[in-house]
């Protein structure tokens, strides 16, 4: 039987209408994203602590795999360079504020004028001073997202103290020099067998470059803030003489206040077995002392001061993320520096890991926390300074104090000298 003209126009705009909809589904449907792999490099934690914040992360972006490589610190900075010079690198890695001048021609900032999350109004909200001195950029470019931020402090050993009946901790540079005498003994040939405090050493003594800079920035030291500026010697010739004829006090032997030798350990593996009273280190010192000894009766007190001078200086170190400007995944891993800005991301990470916090509300919220207080307290007032390369910074100090001890040249012509020769390396950086 034929169909009539009205049934086939019926079936013609019935198929025309299915062809559509096959049409519209086609065209709009929901792609579900390829996945991915992000890799992670960082020397400082455990895989446990950043790896803390991966779920979260993974349950918005289902499609994104998250791979954390932890390397080791000594030779962090070469497995860096030899992975960027193969083209290898990872798509996300960590540093210290003090080595953004040295990467930062392979980091890719987030534009704080034109992003739609975070502007420097936010960042100087959530984020202490150091972190815009250390990480933004002409007030529009920010590195990277920072998640702690540690200080310099002293460690003390309470049952020492307790030997001894000193009840309280010093806060001051002159009581520790008044409890010299009674807790340095010597064995029978004259040689350290117990120190009040490690000090006065370049190479046996962990930070010992920061340390350094901390007591010359107590004496009135003024250090390069930004990349316009050198190292000033005339400015800084007193205040250098000063930092270095104190520091090193403590490891001449013909100095009453004695107390500390190149001959000796580690500082902090001679403290984790009660070899020395008291040591300067940064909170991340803590698992490695706890590791050597998890007995040890410590406590931590913030970074000792002169009782006379006005200039109350913590040394901090911001430890952040940053982004690889090369990665071929820089959507995903800019989103993923974004996540760790959060409030959540960072409180599970200080939660995991113990390390100071970098927002100033964990800031506020862990402030009375009993053996991170010496840390967090200090933060909102710590300070740091430009290095445009900070290994090259912390090697020159360390043969400034090692020249000072040894007396190969007077203050003024060693200061000069380190001085002069910061200042040619940052006109004239070596090429990779």
Request: aromatic letters at 16%.
């Amino acid at each position: 039987m034929a169909l009539t003209q009205q049934q086939k126009k019926i079936i013609t705009y019935f198929f025309g209408f299915i062809l559509l909809i096959i049409f519209i589904a086609v065209v709009f449907r929901t792609r579900t994203p390829k996945p991915i792999t992000l890799q992670i490099w960082g020397f400082l934690d455990d895989t446990n602590g950043i790896v803390s914040v991966f779920p979260q992360f993974q349950s918005l972006y289902p499609n994104i795999y998250l791979n954390f490589v932890l390397k080791d610190s000594k030779t962090y900075h070469e497995d860096l360079k030899m992975a960027f010079l193969k083209n290898k690198a990872p798509d996300i890695f960590m540093l210290t504020g003090t080595m953004i001048p040295k990467y930062q021609d392979k980091i890719a900032f987030i534009d704080l004028k034109n992003d739609k999350t975070l502007n420097l109004k936010t960042i100087q909200e959530i984020y202490p001073d150091i972190v815009l001195q250390e990480l933004v950029i002409d007030n529009r470019e920010l590195m990277g997202i920072p998640f702690s931020v540690d200080t310099l402090a002293l460690f003390y050993n309470k049952d020492i103290f307790n030997h001894y009946n000193i009840p309280f901790p010093p806060k001051t540079w002159e009581e520790i020099i008044s409890l010299i005498p009674q807790f340095r003994i010597f064995d029978k040939n004259q040689n350290l067998r117990q120190s009040a405090i490690a000090l006065g050493t370049e190479n046996n003594i962990n930070w010992s470059s920061d340390i350094f800079t901390t007591i010359a920035l107590q004496f009135g030291a003024k250090l390069p803030l930004d990349s316009n500026s050198f190292f000033d010697f005339y400015n800084n010739r007193g205040s250098f003489e000063n930092a270095l004829d104190f520091y090193t006090q403590f490891s001449q032997r013909q100095n009453q206040n004695y107390t500390w030798d190149e001959e000796k350990a580690n500082s902090l593996i001679n403290f984790a077995y009660g070899k020395v009273a008291m040591v300067l280190g940064y909170e991340r010192a803590i698992p490695l002392i706890t590791s050597q000894n998890p007995q040890l009766n410590f406590g931590v007190v913030p970074f000792p001061s002169f009782k006379n001078r006005p200039n109350v200086n913590f040394y901090g170190s911001t430890i952040l993320f940053v982004v690889n400007k090369n990665s071929p995944h820089l959507k995903e891993s800019l989103a993923f520096l974004k996540y760790l800005s959060s409030a959540n991301a960072s409180e599970k990470y200080f939660l995991s890991t113990q390390h100071p916090p970098a927002r100033r509300d964990l800031i506020q919220k862990y402030l009375n926390d009993p053996l991170l207080n010496a840390f967090i307290s200090q933060i909102l007032a710590s300070k740091s300074y430009y290095q445009f390369d900070s290994e090259a910074i912390q090697n020159a100090f360390k043969e400034m104090i090692f020249n000072a001890r040894k007396k190969n040249f007077p203050n003024y012509e060693n200061i000069s000298r380190t001085f002069n020769t910061l200042n040619y390396l940052w006109r004239n950086p070596p090429s990779d």
